[in-house]
Nanobody, 120 residues
Framework: QVELVESGGGSVQPGGSLTLSCAAA????????MGWYRQAPGQGRELVAN???????TYADSVKGRFTISRDNAANTVYLQMNSLKPEDTAAYSC??????????????WGQGIQVTVSS
């Protein structure tokens, strides 16, 4: 069984910074992509950023230049450094990871979601 545990959310004023963390734990053979989605009330889910096992990254246009995704492969952990936060970044953020477990195929696993609120 695999579990993704997120931390680091909260409330911040516009222009502030937050760092989200997501650690994968369990019987893990390998992890390919790790990343973050977000969903604001009344809106669809949006890919914020992801990172491949070799470090190649992808970002949504709305966060380019402000957010940085990174990972620690030894710790099976992905981070999202969020700078210059705007009210429109307010959403529930969820991490995901594409994981291979023993005697099985690759599957996507998801964290429980963590709230980020940007407000003055």
């Amino acid at each position: 069984q695999v579990e993704l545990v997120e931390s680091g959310g909260g409330s911040v004023q516009p222009g502030g910074s937050l760092t989200l963390s997501c650690a994968a734990a369990g019987s893990i053979v390998s992890i390919s992509f790790m990343g973050w989605y977000r969903q604001a009330p009344g809106q669809g889910r949006e890919l914020v950023a992801n990172i491949a096992s070799d470090g190649v990254t992808t970002y949504a246009d709305s966060v380019k230049g402000r957010f940085t995704i990174s990972r620690d492969n030894a710790a099976n952990t992905v981070y999202l450094q969020m700078n210059s936060l705007k009210p429109e970044d307010t959403a529930a953020y969820s991490c995901y990871a594409d994981i291979l477990i023993p005697w099985s195929d690759w599957n996507d696993y998801w964290g429980q979601g963590i709230q980020v609120t940007v407000s003055s």
